[in-house]
Nanobody, 123 residues
Framework: QVQLAESGGGLVRAGDSLTLSCRAS???????TGWFRQAPGKGREFVAS????????YYATSVQGRVTISRDNAKNTVYLHMNSLNSEDPSVYYC?????????????????WGQGTQVTVSS
């Protein structure tokens, strides 16, 4: 089982950039990592994911071009860098691990979740 801990959230201005981190511990090899977000009153939304085996990345259409996911295996950390933050981005951001190294869009397929980190955007 892998344990995940997100960090890097906070209050930013519209148009700013922000990088979130997801640090993994435990049995970390072989897991794909996904980032999801959930705004108040809404369902959990896929943002991006990255595979362990080849670092292939996938992005939600809504964020493609503004968001970059990357990983540093030596640090057991996956990053989510977001540019041009806007009113659609405020949410709690979660990272999750997929034990079959799949970059699925479906949150139900992910095995382990972090506690989340809040991102707030001021206009």
């Amino acid at each position: 089982q892998v344990q995940l801990a997100e960090s890097g959230g906070g209050l930013v201005r519209a148009g700013d950039s922000l990088t979130l981190s997801c640090r993994a511990s435990g049995h970390t090899a072989g897991y794909a990592t996904g980032w999801f977000r959930q705004a108040p009153g809404k369902g959990r939304e896929f943002v991006a994911s990255i595979r362990w085996s080849d670092s292939r990345t996938y992005y939600a259409t809504s964020v493609q071009g503004r968001v970059t996911i990357s990983r540093d295996n030596a640090k057991n950390t996956v990053y989510l860098h977001m540019n041009s933050l806007n009113s659609e981005d405020p949410s709690v951001y979660y990272c999750a691990a997929h034990s079959f190294d799949s970059c699925s869009y479906a949150s139900a397929e992910y095995d382990s979740w972090g506690q989340g980190t809040q991102v707030t955007v001021s206009s």
